[in-house]
């Protein structure tokens, strides 16, 4: 028979046991509700709102930091900067953050960013211009960057944009040596000096943008090594040239200018002007039909000429300048047709199959990037209809057992991984969009990008929605 001494030991024993137990229990519960708690917070948007007064309004809600200025956000730490409605009165020195505006007509920053390092720009309006430090990798989308001595002065690096304006500016844009250039969808106008100035050696594709009524020529390029792509774009009514290719003695190198499928009219000067403002001393003979490649535009009805003197392209290369791709294939059979052809004819069917080699060549590789682009897309939207419904589980799940069960915390983890997801292939979709060469795909990708952003944003909307949920808990995990 147990002894007395033997019970209080069994019990101690036993009690002992069950503390140890819920000790345990809400050890785990605090570290992974202080895991999920601080993971959503981490994700936590920064909101600028210069309507805010932090004396009247306590900032309560941790998973969404408010400011009234930009400044004050970037003082403190914030990446993701989400901007209201409202005008911001300061200049803005950016390394790694975005700033996305609420309403790209009525979020307005009336001061000067500076750009140095990865950073992302969207739906606002700059007053005051934006500077790109060589190095940096920069996009902007559906902004509008007005009032300014230059738009968008970059001096190097890599600078995407779509669906902009920049306009009323002195100079629209200036891009200095060694620049590479994806500018699509976008209208550059009514500045006083060139549209888009470009020095050597930039690189990169203008494709399916507006280019008019800049108060000197639409597109100005040095073209000494540079590898550009202007494609689809209409270029009219500048008060000089629509392009105005460049040489200079310090920069001879042979360019590879691309010019085709273009609407070039209504220049006040020439659709294409070929300048040597330093004199032109030690020009390569045959250096600009061996720089530039005009193909497919649609060139007329500007004032001097649609051929500067200059560009010396005799009437065959004038014609293929706007000669249809259909009307190369018709010439293509009519000379293969012919029996015994002149040697001037056999160069000329030459000249042909290899534009139809290269026009092939950039299908094939079109196809290659729509399947490619599918494919992503196809992923996202499965991963999407995943979303929808562990989103719905997790929204039906008690606050207090979405931390205590596993298999809750794992939904939010799997939530937070597919909004990494989504940001990752927003970005390859984008980094893909850079090899596009046909206005209607690439506006096509640009829109899968975006979606892919707004999913993002959603499941990271609805984090701090549980993270709100959860609020009860905030101060026991801090």
Do not use: H
């Not at 992923?379 to 997790?394: Q, Y």
């Not at 596009?436 to 990708?445: A, E, G, H, N, R």
């Amino acid at each position: 028979m147990a002894s007395i001494s033997d019970k209080k030991f069994f019990i101690i024993i036993s009690l002992f046991i069950i503390f140890s137990g819920v000790l345990l229990s809400f050890a785990s519960f605090y570290l992974n509700g202080r895991k999920i708690i601080r993971e959503i917070i981490f994700r936590g948007s920064c909101l600028v709102d210069g309507s805010y007064d932090e004396n009247k309004e306590k900032n309560k809600d941790i998973f969404l930091k408010k400011y009234k200025t930009i400044s004050g956000a970037l003082t403190e730490g914030c990446e993701e900067i989400n901007i209201s409605e409202g005008i911001y009165k300061e200049n803005i020195f950016l390394e790694e953050e975005s700033l996305k505006g609420s309403d790209k007509e009525k979020s307005v920053i009336e001061g000067k960013i500076t750009i140095k390092g990865d950073v992302e720009i969207s739906e606002l309006t700059i007053d005051g211009g934006i500077e790109i430090d060589k190095y940096s990798d920069v996009k902007i989308y559906g902004a509008v960057i007005r009032n300014s001595v230059t738009g968008i002065d970059v001096a190097g690096g890599k600078l995407r944009i779509s669906g902009s304006m920049i306009e009323s500016n002195g100079k629209g844009m200036y891009l200095r040596k060694e620049t590479n250039i994806y500018l699509s969808d976008s209208k550059v106008q009514f500045n006083k000096e060139e549209g888009i100035d470009m020095r050597n050696e930039v690189e990169g594709n203008i494709i399916g943008n507006e280019i008019s009524q800049n108060g000197e020529s639409g597109i100005e390029v040095i073209v000494g090594n540079s590898n550009l792509n202007i494609l689809e774009n209409t270029i009219n009514k500048n008060l000089s040239s629509g392009i105005a290719a460049q040489y200079y003695t310090d920069f001879n190198f042979l360019g590879n200018l691309e010019i085709r499928e273009n609407e070039i009219g209504g220049n006040i000067k020439y659709g294409l002007d070929c300048k040597a403002p330093s004199g032109g001393k030690g020009r390569p003979k045959g250096y600009w039909a061996g720089s530039i490649g005009l193909s497919e535009n649609r060139i007329s009805g500007n004032n001097e000429k649609n051929f500067a003197s200059a560009c010396k392209l005799d009437d065959q290369a004038k014609n293929d300048a706007i000669k249809s791709g259909e009307e190369r294939e018709l010439e293509i059979k009519e000379l293969m047709e012919k029996d015994n052809l002149t040697l001037s004819e056999s160069e000329r069917l030459e000249v042909l199959k290899k534009y139809k080699e290269r026009i092939a060549a950039k299908e094939q590789k079109e196809t290659e990037l729509k399947n490619e682009i599918y494919n992503i897309f196809e992923e996202l939207e499965k991963i999407r209809k995943e979303d929808k419904i562990l989103k719905r589980e997790i929204e039906s799940a008690n606050p207090f057992f979405l931390i205590l069960v596993k298999s809750n915390r794992n939904k939010i983890e799997k939530i937070i991984d597919m909004s990494d997801y989504y940001r990752e292939k927003s970005e390859i979709l984008e980094e893909k969009a850079t090899e596009i060469l046909d206005k209607s795909m690439l506006k096509d990708t640009y829109s899968k990008a975006e979606l892919a952003k707004d999913y993002r944003y959603e499941l990271d909307d609805f984090l701090r929605e549980q993270g709100a949920r959860l609020y009860f808990f905030n101060s026991i995990f801090k």
